[in-house]
Structures are given as structure tokens and as C-alpha cells.
């Protein structure tokens, strides 16, 4: 089955600098990529997400790029604010009708002030 | 407005006392999720419902069920709670429109954290 790996699992970043995610699946069929943001106590909620049909994609200061050859994917966040410290999870489905989600381990992202 | 509603949003039970959780949906999506989610990790399916149907992850333990009485409704069933089974359960669902490479969007329900004493 699919495996996607996470990394870093903590990340620390200075108010207004960039940060990246990065992670690997190993189901080559996968064709769906979506990030959750977690915040402590909260729900996940989908903050981006991009098909294999397409190499990357933007929203404000989210990006995510996808590599098929490589089979992988990352999150990268310009310009980091305050608010974006949370738990990060990346997903991958293995499945072509992309019932089942198999998230990463998830990155803890503290943004300093 | 809350599309996932989980209740109750904390529930305490006894080692080994039966609990059921709940999820409904507004959504009007068919298929519906629980993961249970430990700390510091990530969130672990249990099983899903594809409209009626019932799928089970492998390692699911016999001791977790489900039933989903109609479109709406979702119940986590915990039939022997241990103190391992405490964590956040989460329930989702998203619309499955039986279309190759369809996202399938996952929308999550606050959770329920289960504390077992």
C-alpha cells in the first residue's frame, strides 16, 4: 500500500521568512496531494492541494509543487506569519476513485515573532 | 456553520464501559469517515462508508465498529474501551462522484477526545 514519508517533524522559522515541507509517497499511482493545516486543538483543514496532472500550483503565499518522477511533493509558505504555526500533514491517495487519505507523520511549525 | 458535527466534543469513559460517538453531516456527502488521531501524530483510519457500504481498515481492532444509519449519521462504536484507545477521533466525509482522479475533498468534524480511566 501507499507510505508517505514527512519531513521535517519540527520546523522553527523567524516571522517573514520562508518555510518548506517536504514529502515522499511510494504508490505511483497516487494522484492526489492535499495539505492539512492543524491547529492545536482544532479540525484539519485543506489549505492546498494539487493533482498529478499538474507540476504546482499557488494561493497568496502557499505554494505546492509535485515531482511524479521523484514521487514528491512539498508545501512551501512565503512571508510567514504568527498565525501559520500549526501541525502540517501532507496526503497522498492511492486509489484512482481517492477514497482513502494516507496522511504523513506531520510537521510542527512554529513561526517566531 | 459546522458542516461535521461531532458530539460530544469530550467524552469520559471507564476501562472497558461500551461508549458510542457520533458524527452527523450537512453536506449531504456519501461517504464518511473516523480516524483516530493520537498525539503528535497523524490521523489513522479506522474505516470509511462508501454510501452503505462498510470498509474496515486491516488493522482495525475487532473492539471499534460502526454504523451509519443513513446519510447523516455516523457512530463510532467502542465496544471495550482500553487506556489505549484514548486519543481525538475524527470523523470526515467528502463527495465521491465516481470519477477517476476526483479530489474528493476530506471536510473534518472537530473531534472527540476520549479519555478512558
Known amino acids: 500500500g501507499e507510505n508517505v514519508e514527512q519531513h521535517p517533524s519540527t520546523l522553527s522559522v523567524q516571522e517573514g521568512d520562508s518555510a518548506v515541507i517536504k514529502c515522499t509517497y511510494s504508490?505511483?499511482?497516487?494522484?492526489?496531494f492535499p495539505w492539512y493545516k492543524q491547529e492545536l486543538g482544532k479540525r484539519p483543514q485543506l489549505i492546498i492541494d494539487i493533482r498529478s496532472n499538474v507540476g504546482e500550483k499557488k494561493d497568496q503565499r502557499i505554494a505546492v509543487t509535485l515531482n511524479k518522477t521523484a514521487k514528491h511533493f512539498s508545501l512551501h509558505i512565503t512571508e510567514t506569519q504568527p498565525e501559520d504555526s500549526a501541525v502540517y500533514f501532507c496526503?497522498?491517495?492511492?486509489?484512482?476513485?481517492?477514497?482513502?487519505?494516507?496522511f504523513g507523520a506531520g510537521t510542527i511549525l512554529r513561526v517566531k515573532s | 456553520d459546522a458542516m461535521v458535527i461531532q458530539n460530544p466534543r469530550y467524552q469520559v469513559t471507564q476501562f472497558g464501559k461500551p461508549v458510542t460517538l457520533s458524527c452527523s453531516q450537512t453536506l449531504n456527502h456519501n461517504v464518511m469517515y473516523w480516524y483516530q488521531q493520537k498525539s503528535s501524530q497523524a490521523p489513522k483510519l479506522l474505516f470509511h462508508?462508501?454510501?452503505?457500504?462498510?470498509?474496515n481498515e486491516a488493522d482495525t481492532p475487532d473492539n471499534f465498529q460502526s454504523r451509519r444509519p443513513n446519510t447523516s449519521f455516523c457512530f463510532l462504536d467502542i465496544r471495550s474501551p482500553g487506556l489505549g484507545d484514548a486519543a481525538m477521533y475524527l470523523c470526515a466525509t467528502s463527495r465521491d462522484a465516481g470519477l477517476a482522479g476526483a479530489k474528493n475533498i476530506q471536510y473534518f468534524g472537530a473531534g472527540t477526545r476520549l479519555s478512558v480511566l
Open positions: 504508490d505511483s499511482a497516487s494522484n492526489y
Open positions: 462508508y462508501y454510501d452503505k457500504d462498510f470498509n
Open positions: 496526503a497522498a491517495t492511492n486509489r484512482p476513485l481517492g477514497n482513502k487519505l494516507v
